[in-house]
């Protein structure tokens, strides 16, 4: 069989950048790949989209939209009629020449929000305002989803299990004050019902880094609605402030589309085998469909659940949220050591893999893996926990 073969499309340094690209399995004719694939690069015109750079990969069941434009996030998805994402009340993907993060006190970020998954950070990634140790505005969740990639390359490999790889570098760099790059692959398999992101971070500066990091998994319907469910094997939980308190008890399953729902999130910490590998799923009422996320805590150590069950036409949404801190206040963070230090020139890594089920034994087969990890009763915290939530 043939080697992998690697596509170079934007590469700033070289001043080389490719407006449209297309591979299949056309293109590789003594391959017996198991399905029919393609890897499709293109521009987006029109409204706030124009100028967004698209690339969407086909594995032959299931679809993934990435947006080089906005950081590598995820913009949505399908796998065999499956929609993966949600209905934004925003006609994205939104260019981020139009999201001016500090807007409205700093939340600015909410005008481009509309992916499927979308990362947090990198310097910071909860709530506007000033740090008082740096002195810096730091706007809501961070500048890296508003961040255009400067280098993009996809890669196959003709070989079982013949991965699709597409693979992006994204800088959040200012002078005096942060140099940290993203270099992300996101990677799935033909007829695979999976796919990875396989982050590094990387420290481009002589002196140590901060970093928060938060992994903004949105899901809607199918796989949300009334009755749904998510399941994790929970060690500790609190809800995030008096309104989530609220709902405490039925943190855990969702209500249909409300009109005037106000957002609940609750925090976590997970148990995890012994290699720290843990999974979260979100199925609906019958146990018919639903989504894993497995991720490591090592890398990835706190877990939100973001429920805003509002009515459709205002983001009727859940977030299954792996991150390294939890999304308060920065300074908040720092004082409880949950920032991430990265040393001058260092790498951090995160992995994060989805899956989607689509019968009842695959959903029973992963609630078993939760259950077997859930070797104590979860801590559930009526109130918010005073070292988790800032008040």
């Not at 170079?8 to 690209?21: I, K, Y």
């Not at 006609?91 to 500090?102: A, D, E, K, M, S």
């Not at 801190?325 to 994060?352: A, C, D, M």
């Not at 089920?357 to 695959?362: G, S």
Request: charged letters at 20%; proline letters at 8%.
């Amino acid at each position: 069989m043939a080697d992998t073969q690697r596509w170079l499309l934007t590469d700033v340094l070289a001043d080389l950048w490719t407006e449209r690209f297309h591979v299949s399995s056309g293109d590789f004719p003594t391959t017996p790949f198991p399905a029919s694939w393609f890897v499709n690069k293109r521009t987006l015109r029109g409204g706030r989209r124009d100028g967004v750079e698209l690339v969407e990969v086909h594995n032959g069941a299931l679809t993934v939209c990435i947006l080089p434009t906005r950081g590598m996030g995820l913009w949505r998805g399908e796998y065999r009629g499956l929609r993966l994402g949600w209905q934004a009340p925003i006609r994205g993907p939104v260019h981020p020449q139009w999201v001016n993060l500090l807007d409205r006190g700093g939340l600015g970020w909410l005008d481009g929000f509309d992916e499927w998954i979308c990362r947090c950070g990198l310097h910071s990634n909860g709530p506007p305002g000033h740090d008082p140790q740096t002195g810096e505005f730091l706007p809501l969740h961070g500048r890296i989803a508003n961040q255009p990639a400067h280098y993009l390359a996809v890669q196959v490999n003709p070989q079982p299990p013949y991965c699709l790889e597409v693979h992006g570098r994204v800088q959040e760099t200012t002078l005096f004050f942060t140099h940290l790059e993203l270099r992300s692959t996101i990677r799935t398999a033909v007829a695979a019902n999976w796919l990875e992101i396989d982050d590094e971070i990387v420290n481009l500066s002589s002196k140590p880094a901060e970093l928060e990091l938060l992994y903004h998994c949105n899901f809607g319907p199918p796989f949300l609605g009334n009755g749904s469910r998510i399941v994790a094997p929970v060690r500790e939980l609190a809800p995030r402030n008096a309104r989530a308190a609220e709902g405490v008890a039925n943190w855990d399953t969702y209500t249909g589309p409300t009109a005037g729902f106000v957002e609940q999130v609750y925090f976590t910490e997970l148990l995890a085998d012994s290699d720290g590998s843990t999974l979260a799923v979100l199925h609906d009422s019958n146990e018919a469909r639903g989504v894993a996320l497995r991720f490591r805590i090592t890398q990835l150590p706190r877990f939100i659940v973001w429920k805003n069950t509002a009515a459709v036409e205002d983001g009727y949404v859940t977030g299954l949220e792996p991150a390294t801190n939890f999304p308060n206040f920065k300074s908040f963070e720092r004082q409880h050591g949950r920032v991430i230090q990265v040393p001058p020139h260092g790498r951090y890594r995160t992995w994060l893999r989805v899956e989607v089920l689509e019968t009842r034994d695959a959903i029973r087969s992963v609630l078993t893996e939760i259950h077997r990890l859930q070797s104590s009763p979860p801590v559930i915290h009526a109130q918010p926990h005073p070292d988790w939530c800032q008040m």
